[in-house]
């Protein structure tokens, strides 16, 4: 019993096998996409939430509310920053998925290439290249947030 769905690539033709891999390349980017398109909403969402609540800080309000707005200023942090690693984690994942998916197609591909078939993913630039925003946009808020953290502990 193997861990993969992936069949047997001598039991498919060259090019059914060509589409398996790439359809499954495509699904995990399009997973990346979404994953990527959420944690670009939420951050949004976040660092909105966050400055309305540091300009609303004013002496002289209630009690309770201005407790709620510091309780604010330490809770979003942190939900910023578990939405950073989570979201990270996923993204990684994705990016696993697809570098395993290639790997296991290049075992075969030169069949591929004598039948005329395109690279599965593009070419190893194109690759390197595409992955640097989603798996660095997740670091560039993470360290964004840990800089507000470490800022807002002296207030």
Not at 25 to 54: G, K, M, P
Not at 91 to 108: C, D, E, P
Not at 110 to 121: K, L, N
């Amino acid at each position: 019993m193997t861990d993969t769905l992936i069949p047997d690539p001598l039991l498919l033709a060259p090019a059914d096998y060509y589409r398996l891999i790439r359809s499954q390349i495509e699904h995990e980017d399009n997973l990346i996409s979404q994953r990527l398109s959420w944690f670009v909403a939420s951050q949004s969402f976040l660092f909105t939430a966050y400055a309305i609540v540091v300009s609303n800080i004013q002496p002289g309000k209630l009690a309770w509310v201005t407790g709620q707005q510091h309780l604010l200023l330490d809770v979003i942090p942190i939900v910023s920053i578990l939405t950073c690693v989570l979201v990270y984690a996923t993204i990684v994942a994705g990016v696993i998925a697809i570098v395993h998916l290639r790997r296991l197609y290049r075992t075969h591909a030169d069949v591929s290439a004598r039948a005329g078939f395109p690279p599965v993913q593009g070419h190893r630039r194109t690759q390197i290249f595409g992955q640097i925003g989603p798996l660095l946009l997740p670091l560039v808020f993470l360290a964004v947030w840990l800089a507000l953290v470490i800022q807002g502990t002296g207030r």
